[in-house]
């Protein structure tokens, strides 16, 4: 009994935990799919769950930083939804790669086609951007959640250092440290060329290289033919003089 009444216990006590816990894994979120490094581009996930047992999430809108303006947001195809970019003239304009840009992604918008997300399945909405800001460790981006029914709820409350997490968080994105491998195509390019120039600085050493031993191993030859004929040559020498000679002594005689 007294067994059965502890496993009984236990198992409202997980249920409980469950129930108050559910609620954070219920708040649409970021994460990148790998790494988000500094200076760099990524692919990151919107992930969005449906809260609602009788509507479908229909419409998602997403508001990119403003104090962190992105060049390039490009957000991937889903069967079953239109995604809408939404670019915003900058005040000051960004510096990519050595070329300007005047207007940033300011939003996207995605509107189902179909059924949307259905009571008790998740979303994931695939964006690759770039280039990440190097002067700050996370972006907040601002989501609204639209259901079937009508129902709007607003993702947008950023979350207080030391405050309990609001009701409503807005999604974050934490940043990586930089690294040479996510500073975009700038560097890459120019790791590209100079490994083109090593390879045919490398190209022409072994030219060389093959036409130094041709040249060479043509020498050896012809001096070892020369060397042939000269033993030759010396041989029949000999052996005309020891004719010679014999001829000589039987003409004497």
Same mark, same amino acid.
């Given at each position: 009994?007294?067994?059965?009444?502890?496993?009984?216990?236990?198992?409202?006590?997980?249920?409980?935990?469950?129930?108050?816990?559910?609620?954070?894994?219920?708040?649409?979120?970021?994460?990148?799919?790998?790494?988000?490094?500094?200076?760099?581009?990524?692919?990151?996930?919107?992930?969005?769950?449906?809260?609602?047992?009788?509507?479908?999430?229909?419409?998602?809108?997403?508001?990119?930083?403003?104090?962190?303006?992105?060049?390039?947001?490009?957000?991937?195809?889903?069967?079953?939804?239109?995604?809408?970019?939404?670019?915003?003239?900058?005040?000051?304009?960004?510096?990519?790669?050595?070329?300007?840009?005047?207007?940033?992604?300011?939003?996207?918008?995605?509107?189902?086609?179909?059924?949307?997300?259905?009571?008790?399945?998740?979303?994931?909405?695939?964006?690759?951007?770039?280039?990440?800001?190097?002067?700050?460790?996370?972006?907040?981006?601002?989501?609204?959640?639209?259901?079937?029914?009508?129902?709007?709820?607003?993702?947008?409350?950023?979350?207080?250092?030391?405050?309990?997490?609001?009701?409503?968080?807005?999604? %974050?994105? $934490?940043?990586?440290? &930089?690294?040479?491998?996510?500073? @975009?195509?700038?560097? *890459?390019?120019? #790791? =590209?060329?100079?490994?083109?120039?090593?390879?045919?600085?490398?190209?022409?050493?072994?030219?060389?290289?093959?036409?130094?031993?041709?040249?060479?191993?043509?020498?050896?030859?012809?001096?070892?033919?020369?060397?042939?004929?000269?033993?030759? %040559?010396? $041989?029949?020498?000999? &052996?005309?003089?020891?004719?010679? @000679?014999?001829?000589? *002594?039987?003409? #004497? =005689?």
């Amino acid at each position: 009994m007294q067994a059965s009444r502890i496993a009984a216990a236990a198992a409202v006590a997980g249920s409980a935990v469950l129930l108050l816990s559910s609620p954070a894994f219920a708040h649409v979120s970021v994460q990148p799919d790998g790494t988000a490094a500094k200076g760099g581009y990524a692919l990151v996930n919107f992930r969005v769950p449906n809260e609602r047992d009788d509507a479908s999430t229909t419409k998602l809108e997403v508001s990119f930083p403003t104090d962190h303006p992105l060049a390039s947001v490009m957000p991937e195809k889903i069967a079953g939804w239109k995604a809408t970019v939404t670019k915003t003239k900058l005040a000051k304009p960004l510096e990519v790669h050595g070329q300007k840009i005047n207007e940033a992604v300011s939003k996207v918008t995605w509107t189902a086609d179909g059924k949307g997300i259905e009571p008790g399945y998740i979303q994931r909405f695939p964006v690759s951007m770039g280039a990440l800001p190097e002067d700050t460790d996370e972006l907040v981006f601002k989501a609204i959640q639209t259901y079937s029914g009508g129902e709007v709820v607003r993702w947008i409350e950023v979350q207080e250092d030391g405050a309990e997490e609001p009701e409503n968080p807005a999604p %974050v994105l $934490a940043l990586s440290a &930089a690294t040479e491998d996510h500073h @975009g195509g700038a560097a *890459t390019a120019e #790791d =590209a060329s100079d490994e083109s120039a090593e390879s045919s600085d490398d190209a022409k050493a072994a030219s060389a290289a093959t036409e130094a031993a041709d040249s060479s191993g043509g020498s050896d030859t012809t001096a070892r033919v020369l060397g042939v004929v000269g033993i030759v %040559v010396g $041989a029949a020498g000999v &052996a005309y003089g020891v004719l010679a @000679g014999r001829r000589r *002594t039987t003409s #004497d =005689a």
